[in-house]
């Protein structure tokens, strides 16, 4: 059964999507709040989910942000918010389609069939990576270890997110580059050194012999479990 995730802070619309979406055969997920969606996802990783913008607690950006760090699922926007840099910033952050309230049921239904027909099943993996004493959540966007909280600035976090989603294969420089800084930056090997250095400190318990983060010389970087 196709699982849907429906994360919105409407429960008139929450309860009218659900029971349109079990009548025809979806198995449901409802989420009030983003923290509460990303929850929900991580501990059932839904086919696809339907996201809207005006949550209560963090923008809805940053669910699809959330989902796509971890999973390939095709995400529906829901949004009161017509202006196309909107539009363009949730196409951007890994949204495959936007829909502007107020909707036809039908013309979602149909959307919802046509992104799950191009879409690719969910990453089977659970969103969470345990490298040691330190375990680094896709869905959240944190990294935690044996004191808590793991405080990395957003290029550390973007850099240790990439190794997360390949573990124990190593991703090599262009790549790394090309995914935090831009295409532009392929070349600036000196920004992963510094960075790596930085994230050793953090993340290993001897920076100086790390077991986690690991160097191929020349080549890359790789995240061993």
């Known amino acids: 059964m196709t699982r849907i995730l429906i994360v919105d802070d409407d429960e008139p619309l929450l309860r009218a999507l659900r029971v349109n979406l079990t009548a025809r055969g979806y198995q449901v997920d409802t989420a009030g709040t983003a923290k509460a969606g990303l929850v929900a996802a991580g501990h059932h990783p839904p086919d696809l989910a339907i996201v809207d913008l005006g949550l209560p607690d963090l923008d809805g950006i940053r669910v699809v942000e959330g ?55 969910a990453v089977p993996d659970a969103p969470v990576i345990r490298a040691g004493e330190v375990t680094v959540d896709l869905a959240m966007k944190r990294a935690t270890g044996p004191d808590g909280e793991i405080r990395l ?37 000196n920004y992963l050194r510094v960075h790596f250095a930085n994230l050793r400190r953090k993340l290993e318990r001897d920076p100086a012999r790390p077991r986690h983060l690991i160097t191929q010389p020349g080549i890359g970087y790789r995240l061993e479990l």
């Open 153 to 189: 600035t957003p290029t550390e976090w973007h850099l240790l997110e990439v190794l997360a989603r390949n573990p124990g294969r190593l991703v090599e420089h262009r790549q790394l580059l090309r995914e935090v800084w831009g295409p532009q930056y392929e070349t600036e090997t």
């Open 67 to 121: 989902l796509r760090g971890w999973s390939r699922a095709p995400i529906v926007v829901l949004s009161a918010r017509h202006s196309e840099p909107v539009k363009v910033a949730a196409l951007d952050a890994g949204a495959d389609d936007y829909v502007t309230k107020p909707f036809g049921m039908d013309e979602l239904l149909a959307r919802i069939r046509a992104a799950l027909r191009r879409g690719t099943p």
